[in-house]
């Protein structure tokens, strides 16, 4: 089983809301990351957490605040985004940060919209 | 990570092989070559990956040169179903942060 949960898979969202994305795995991952993909463009890496640790911020804003509870769970709250920000946002995750020939599995995403 | 190119577009009969080419001339020796595709608003999908050696498993095979400086991703009887875009990555695969930077990809289009 290599499954990556996300919800909710559609967001709408105002420009002075606070609204949460969340992304579980099953799988005993200890690595779990955040990417963010525009339209017709690739992936980007936001974030990445190691044993529920923050490892990586690839210079995110603020209004994006990550959190990893557990070692099952990965969340991105979200508060004052701009229309700009309306993307996928796709969680994925790996056995470990490092270590040989580690795959990444990712979810399926979550639509965002912010109106 | 090193750099990948690949191209962006490419055609292929259903039924037939499609061969997509990789370039990565700047491979390190530690570095591992990934292969993801993602169709259509949907989220990536891993296939395959390598260092040396070719590899095979259900879904692709992965060739990969003696110099490692490219690498083909073949799937052997391509369905519409594998219409997607399909990444190829280089990253290091230990000692470092696991990052997977993706590039442009290559826009499968398979045709009845």
């Known amino acids: 089983d290599t499954e990556v949960t996300q919800t909710p898979k559609h967001l709408v969202m105002g420009m002075t809301n606070k609204k949460s994305l969340k992304c579980e795995q099953h799988?005993?991952?200890?690595?779990m990351y955040w990417y963010k993909q525009k339209a017709k463009k690739p992936p980007e890496l936001m974030f990445v957490?190691?044993?529920?640790?923050?490892?990586i911020n690839e210079s995110v804003p603020s209004r994006f605040s990550p959190e990893c509870p557990n070692s099952s769970l990965l969340n991105l709250h979200l508060h004052a985004l701009q229309p700009e920000d309306s993307a996928l946002y796709l969680c994925?995750?790996?056995?470990?940060?490092?270590?040989?020939?580690?795959?990444?599995?990712f979810g399926e995403g979550s639509w965002l919209t912010v109106v | 990570d090193a750099k990948t190119t690949q191209p962006p577009s490419m055609d292929c009969a259903e039924g037939r092989a499609a061969n997509l080419p990789c370039n990565h001339s700047?491979?390190?020796?530690?570095?591992?070559v990934y292969w993801y595709r993602q169709i259509h608003s949907q989220g990536p999908q891993y296939i395959i990956h390598g260092l040396k050696n070719n590899e095979t498993n259900e879904m692709a095979s992965l060739i990969i040169t003696e110099d490692r400086k490219s690498s083909t991703l073949i799937l052997p009887h391509a369905t519409l179903r594998d219409t997607a875009v399909y990444y190829c990555i280089v990253r290091v695969g230990y000692g470092g942060y696991n990052k997977l930077i993706f590039g442009a990809g290559t826009r499968l289009a398979v045709h009845p």
């Open positions: 957490y190691s044993y529920e640790k923050l490892s």
């Open positions: 799988m005993g991952h200890r690595a």
């Open positions: 700047t491979i390190s020796g530690n570095e591992y």
């Open positions: 994925a995750s790996s056995l470990q940060l490092g270590g040989s020939g580690n795959t990444i599995y």
